[in-house]
């Protein structure tokens, strides 16, 4: 196989390559999301996971919502979402989603959520009412759930898929021998069971995975092979970039020819579509999965 470039983070000490660069978040469609965000008290991925995409995705006019709160049990080297003792959950919030999605004109929505490992049922209820809630108001718009791992609490994980949705997603983030580092309180082989019961109970399944925290190419590949056996449908790889100087740091920068590879990789193990980039996040282009 031709190895292809890599350039190394203490190569890109001063500034990320160019290929990482992103516009600032403008346009009169940004602002109105915004403004609908901050009305209904919502949080997004979006800003608490301070994604790249968030000026292009909220400029044509979607946003992937999160909901149970903006505070998560876990605590995930990569992540940039607050860690710690969330609050009571807001039993309205089901309510207040649904009337943004429909006032936006969302034609596909993406729902996500931290993790609330402290709730017996992991918050499968309000997650649950929420669906429902969007599929009452918006009749035409398909919806994607990424939802968290449920620690083998397959009823929760049942009520969670069984509102309507139309994709559910759960994201692997990293190869199996930096779960340690990466996803400390997560574990491997279940979350990849869980991907396959979501697709037993017949959705349509999706997985995400991050690449530049020091895995091997044949790590990678060992994950779509693992993927692709518990039922994986669609598969997301994107730059993991480190959110602040608290959170692991960037082993590489992966090159644009290297997703691309990563990409054909993926296609031919089966997958229904692959987005691979340096910017892809699991909720980019979600549209185009359906």
């Known amino acids: 196989m031709v190895e292809l470039p890599i350039v190394t983070a203490a190569e890109e000490k001063k500034k990320k390559p160019d290929w990482l660069r992103v516009k600032l978040p403008i346009g009169e469609d940004y602002r ?3 403004s609908l965000v901050d009305e209904y008290k919502l949080h997004t ?3 608490s996971g301070n994604c790249p995409n968030m000026g292009e995705c909220w400029g044509a006019g979607t946003a992937t919502f999160m909901i149970l709160g903006n505070v998560c049990t876990r605590s995930c080297s990569f992540c940039a979402v607050k860690t710690g003792r969330p609050n009571e959950y807001d039993e309205d919030e089901p309510r207040r989603v649904a009337e943004a999605i429909f006032l936006m004109k969302v034609k596909h929505a993406v729902i996500t959520s ?3 490992d402290e709730l017996k049922d992991r918050g499968a209820e309000i997650w649950y009412q929420t669906v429902r809630a969007v599929k009452e108001v918006s009749p035409e718009t398909t919806i994607e759930t990424l939802i968290p791992d449920v620690k083998a609490n397959w009823d929760a994980l049942h009520r969670m898929i069984s509102a309507g949705q139309e994709v559910v997603s759960h994201n692997m983030e990293t190869v199996e021998r930096l779960y340690r580092l990466v996803r400390p309180q997560a574990r491997y082989s279940r979350s990849l069971e869980q991907i396959r019961r979501t ?4 959705k349509r399944t999706k997985s995400g995975i991050m690449v530049g925290l020091g895995e091997t190419k044949e790590e990678v590949f060992r994950i779509m092979d693992d993927l ?3 039922g994986c449908d669609v598969l997301t790889i994107g ?8 959170h692991i740091e960037v082993a590489e920068f992966i090159h644009p020819e290297t997703f691309a590879m990563y990409r054909e990789e993926g296609l031919s193990r089966g997958f229904k579509f692959v987005e691979s980039g340096p910017l892809v996040r699991s909720s980019y282009h979600a549209e185009r999965h359906l």
């Open 32 to 34: 109105r999301v915004r």
């Open 45 to 47: 991925i979006c800003q």
């Open 114 to 116: 931290v993790n609330r």
């Open 199 to 202: 697709k037993d109970y017949g």
């Open 228 to 230: 692709a056996a518990h």
């Open 239 to 246: 730059q993991y970039l480190q959110p602040t100087k608290m």
